[in-house]
């Protein structure tokens, strides 16, 4: 089946720091990408979906400067938390889609971001 | 707007049956997806519906009727392990999967 790995799975870091998360499809090519975010408790809030080779499209009040996206090839795509605060502590979530069915997205296995 | 609604959580036996309902509003649809979540884990997928009619996996089935913009997935034989929050997502005319909350769902001995 088609396997989507992530990592780091959980980090900690700094307030004002930058982290970045790798999103990696491993048997099959993603031709787009999506990251989600989740709080406790919550579903899940899509951040952005991302094509190979193109500029990540962002959901309403997700400040593109402040995440991100970068999608180079169809096995890879990276968030980067820039300028991290504590409020942007969350498990954050990516998942591709592009394999066997179109309509399927298969998901990562999250990590969990922590800033202190 | 576009709406998914599903109750919060569900309580049920072990060994019992459980139905957790999803009712949605979207702009085109395009199909609805089941994922359980375990908590601190991703989702992992277990159904899609896009025509009317039961779809039976085991010991899950997903149930979606288009007209009413509703869709139910059932648990059979409850197992301790099916303690978890399931997902109902439906996809828009656009392709993008429209979440729900998630019904969080309790086993009991």
């Known amino acids: 089946g088609a396997v989507v790995s992530q990592h780091p799975s959980w980090v900690i870091c700094k307030s004002g720091t930058s982290v970045k998360i790798e999103c990696r499809s491993l048997?099959?090519?993603?031709?787009?990408m999506f990251w989600y975010r989740q709080f406790p408790k919550q579903s899940l809030m899509l951040m952005a979906t991302s094509n190979e080779g193109s500029k990540a499209t962002y959901e309403q009040g997700v400040e593109k400067d402040k995440f991100l996206i970068n999608h180079a090839s169809l096995t890879l795509s990276t968030l980067t938390v820039t300028s991290a605060h504590p409020e942007d502590s969350s498990f954050y979530i990516c998942s591709a889609s592009g394999g066997r069915d179109y309509n399927e997205q298969f998901f990562g296995p999250g990590t969990r971001l922590t800033v202190l | 707007g576009q709406n998914i609604d599903q109750p919060t959580e569900m309580t049920a036996t072990e060994g019992a049956i459980v139905q957790i309902n999803c009712t949605y509003q979207t702009s085109g649809f395009n199909g609805l997806f089941w994922y359980q979540q375990h908590a601190g884990e991703a989702p992992t997928f277990l159904s899609y519906n896009v025509l009317d009619g039961l779809e039976e996996k085991g010991r899950f089935s997903s149930f979606l009727s288009r007209s009413k913009g509703y869709s139910y997935l059932l648990l059979k034989e409850l197992q301790m392990k099916d303690s978890a929050s399931y997902l109902c997502a439906a996809l828009d005319s656009n392709y993008q999967l429209i979440w729900g909350a998630g019904t969080k769902l309790i086993i009991k001995p």
């Open positions: 048997d099959f090519q993603a031709t787009t």
